[in-house]
C-alpha cells in the first residue's frame, strides 16, 4: 500500500520560513514526477511545485521565488522550503507523486498570522 506522510507544518508569522517533508513508502519518488499541492479553507486545491526525476522544477506563479521543491532520492523524501510566508500561504499541503495514477497524502496544515 502507497503510504505518503507529510510533516513540518504549524503556525508562524508572516516573513517566516517553514519547511515541510514528505517521505514515501512502497513508492518510489525517484521514478516519477512528485510534488506539492495546498488546499486552503473555502478554495480549489492547487498546485504549488513539482519536480521531475531528472530535477526539473516548476512552481505556481504565486510562490515562485519564495517556495522550493527537493528531493532526497536515498531518503525517498521530497521537501518544500518556504521562505517569506504571507497569510495568503495558510493552507493544507498535500504531497504526491504519480502521474497516469496519482497518490496525495493527507496533508500537513500550514497557518501564517500577521
Known amino acids: 500500500q502507497v503510504q505518503l506522510v507529510e510533516s513540518g507544518g504549524g503556525w508562524v508569522h508572516s516573513a517566516a520560513s517553514l519547511e515541510l517533508s514528505c517521505q514515501a513508502s512502497?513508492?518510489?519518488?525517484?521514478?516519477?514526477?512528485s510534488g506539492w499541492d495546498r488546499q486552503a479553507p473555502g478554495k480549489q486545491r492547487e498546485l504549488v511545485a513539482t519536480i521531475t526525476r531528472d530535477g526539473k522544477t516548476n512552481y505556481a506563479d504565486s510562490v515562485k521565488g519564495r517556495f522550493s521543491i527537493s528531493e532526497a532520492y536515498v531518503r525517498n523524501t521530497i521537501y518544500l522550503r518556504m521562505s517569506n510566508l504571507d497569510p495568503d500561504d495558510t493552507a493544507s499541503y498535500c504531497c504526491?507523486?504519480?502521474?497516469?495514477?496519482?497518490?496525495w497524502g493527507q496533508g500537513t496544515r500550514v497557518t501564517v498570522f500577521s
Open positions: 504526491n507523486v504519480g502521474e497516469q495514477t496519482k497518490y
Open positions: 512502497n513508492i518510489l519518488f525517484s521514478l516519477s514526477v
